[in-house]
């Protein structure tokens, strides 16, 4: 039995795209807590598309920006964030172009900076492994985050 009647589950899930950017799993995972058969689910997604409450490109592109913004990811981290969203390639590849490299190298140094000085260790070597292995953690390579610390 669903939890809302069917016009009312249309006018929330609009209402719910309306507050932020939505990945089309997102909403099928929604329309799922409150019961809604399959073939509705697919029914209203689409009406979604087509009234643009739903956009895989701009959503995309909307979380690359935040996530490498506001929590400072690096692209690895954000790029699987987006495949377990089921991202199509193309859309992943348009979000990457909002990423800004002199901004990203920025992020990748405020990241190991501050964690310099929260970690400890008994050698300067240990310490800066440390930093290596968080900042990959956080989504940046292996490669530029070794270079940024001189290893």
């Known amino acids: 039995m669903p939890k809302y009647p069917p016009f009312e589950t249309r006018a929330r899930i609009k209402k719910w795209c309306d507050l932020q950017e939505r990945a089309q799993i997102e909403v099928k995972e929604k329309l799922r807590t409150?019961?809604?058969?399959?073939?509705?689910?697919?029914?209203?997604?689409?009406?979604?598309?087509?009234?643009?409450?739903?956009?895989?490109?701009?959503?995309?592109k909307a979380f690359t920006t935040g996530k490498y913004r506001i929590k400072r990811w690096g692209w690895k981290k954000i790029e699987m964030s987006l495949k377990a969203k089921r991202i199509s390639p193309y859309c992943?590849?348009?979000?990457?172009?909002?990423?800004?490299?002199?901004?990203?190298?920025?992020?990748?140094?405020?990241?190991?900076?501050?964690?310099?000085?929260?970690?400890?260790?008994?050698?300067?070597?240990?310490?800066?492994?440390?930093?290596?292995?968080?900042?990959?953690s956080r989504g940046y390579s292996f490669d530029d985050a070794k270079e940024f610390l001189d290893l």
């Open 34 to 60: 409150w019961n809604v058969a399959s073939d509705d689910i697919d029914q209203i997604i689409a009406e979604l598309i087509e009234g643009n409450y739903l956009n895989e490109i701009r959503f995309a």
């Open 92 to 136: 992943i590849a348009e979000a990457k172009k909002e990423i800004d490299d002199a901004e990203y190298s920025e992020n990748l140094r405020k990241v190991i900076e501050s964690k310099l000085k929260l970690v400890s260790g008994k050698s300067e070597w240990e310490k800066k492994q440390k930093v290596l292995k968080y900042a990959v």
